[in-house]
């Protein structure tokens, strides 16, 4: 364990003295094990790659922003459609933990990842505070080049803990290209045995898996889907790609996050032709 926290450590500072491209190129190669085309990008990994470097669209950080997103949101679908804000924080000194509502999650609204789950007043508050200082130390931008996180200013979101079924918490993640929905990604048990499918539009099985190992089961298609389909479309328009991740609670659609960059491009498809199939979706002009 020492040993990996040494490598960590290490590939860290190496990571930060390299330029952007190169650490783009270098973390491409890791996981996929050959270099991107960045000139003429096809998959959607190298999409991803190719995105990280080049776009700039003043939208994206109000967007992937978990505080300001919120906002943005309820201005255009009304307050039901977001989670409850319980309160938002500078600084985890500001957090007055006898006044928190349990259970509850902690949020940083510049990373992913960053979650802190409470289902009661924590008997450590010193300890507490120090890992959620950590988050907000914590370079997200920096980690895997994701631009629009950079031009995000840290601060604590804290939200109900929203409990999910049989399943846990189901997330329906709509992969939207050009404004129309191409594949949507379910993640079931998150916490115990987390697993990943694919459906279409129509709701049909996609035969490839991403990351996590597909379940053995189909998960069957919200009563709101129709909803969820149209509601995703309208946050897509205007983007050539963004993913959207909605809930289906209680007989609501519910938001979830946006983001331009899932899983940094360094996820595997299984099989590997359907990083093509992706990226053949997604309508971007390569610069010469």
């Not at 035969?207 to 479309?233: I, K, N, S």
Request: hydrophobic share 40%; net charge positive.
């Amino acid at each position: 364990m020492e040993i990996r926290s040494l490598f960590k450590a290490c590939w860290t500072v190496l990571r930060d003295a390299l330029p952007t491209r190169w650490h783009v190129v270098v973390d491409h190669y890791r996981y996929h094990g050959q270099l991107p085309n960045l000139k003429h990008p096809r998959t959607f990994s190298e999409k991803i790659a190719y995105s990280k470097l080049h776009n700039r669209d003043p939208r994206m950080p109000a967007l992937i922003d978990k505080i300001a997103v919120k906002e943005q949101m309820a201005g255009h679908f009304g307050a039901e459609f977001v989670i409850p804000t319980l309160a938002v924080f500078d600084n985890p000194e500001q957090i007055d933990f006898s006044a928190l509502p349990y259970p509850c999650v902690v949020k940083a609204n510049h990373a992913s990842g960053t979650n802190l789950f409470m289902e009661r007043r924590p008997e450590d508050e010193p300890r507490i505070r120090r890992k959620l200082r950590r988050f907000l130390r914590y370079r997200h931008y920096r980690a895997s080049e994701e631009w629009a996180y950079s031009q995000v200013q840290p601060r604590l979101l804290v939200e109900p803990l929203i409990e999910g079924g049989e399943h846990g918490l189901v997330d329906y993640k709509f992969h939207t290209f050009a404004g129309k929905v191409f594949a949507i990604q379910v993640d079931v048990d998150r916490f115990t045995d987390h697993r990943r499918n694919f459906y279409d539009g129509q709701w049909k099985r996609m035969p490839f898996g991403l990351l996590y190992p597909q379940a053995p089961f189909d998960v069957p298609p919200p009563p709101l889907l129709p909803e969820m389909l149209a509601t995703a479309e309208l946050i897509g328009a205007g983007f050539s790609y963004v993913r959207v991740d909605l809930y289906a609670l209680a007989g609501a659609v519910k938001f979830g996050e946006v983001t331009f960059y899932p899983g940094a491009g360094l996820e595997l498809f299984d099989p590997r032709g359907f990083d093509g199939l992706f990226g053949a979706q997604w309508p971007l002009e390569a610069k010469p």
